[in-house]
């Protein structure tokens, strides 16, 4: 299947910068999309960023014009490029994988979270 692994999170002071990265595994050709979203505690997971196979993004209004995602396909890999964080980006980032190709099976429709990354961005 696919696994995915996280890297990057931690803390910085507001208005600073962090990069997260994703690295995607498994048996497959590709992914149809990826991104991130986030949590924080008692509420529910929100997308902050998506971009597809062919590179069109999507962004959640509260990260837009400070927030960059870009995907890597030949190395299997997602980024988010995150500037002028605000405290109230502090929460669990998490990346994510939706519908998968592959060379047996064709076209999978799943979805796939890593483990998750803390931010957290101080005032």
């Known amino acids: 299947q696919v696994q995915l692994v996280e890297s990057g999170g931690g803390l910085v002071q507001a208005g600073g910068s962090l990069r997260l990265s994703c690295a995607a595994s498994?048996?497959?050709?590709?992914?149809?999309?990826m991104g991130w979203y986030r949590q924080l505690a008692g509420k529910q997971r929100e997308m902050v960023a998506t971009i597809t196979r062919g590179g069109t993004t999507n962004y959640a209004d509260s990260v837009k014009g400070r927030f960059t995602i870009s995907r890597d396909n030949a190395k299997k890999t997602v980024t988010l490029e995150m500037s002028t964080l605000k405290p109230e980006d502090t929460a669990v980032y998490y990346c994510?994988?939706?519908?998968?190709?592959?060379?047996?099976?064709?076209?999978?429709?799943?979805?796939?979270w890593g483990q998750g990354t803390l931010v957290t961005v101080s005032s």
């Open positions: 994510y994988a939706g519908g998968v190709y592959t060379a047996v099976w064709g076209y999978r429709d799943l979805d796939v």
């Open positions: 498994g048996s497959f050709t590709s992914i149809n999309v």
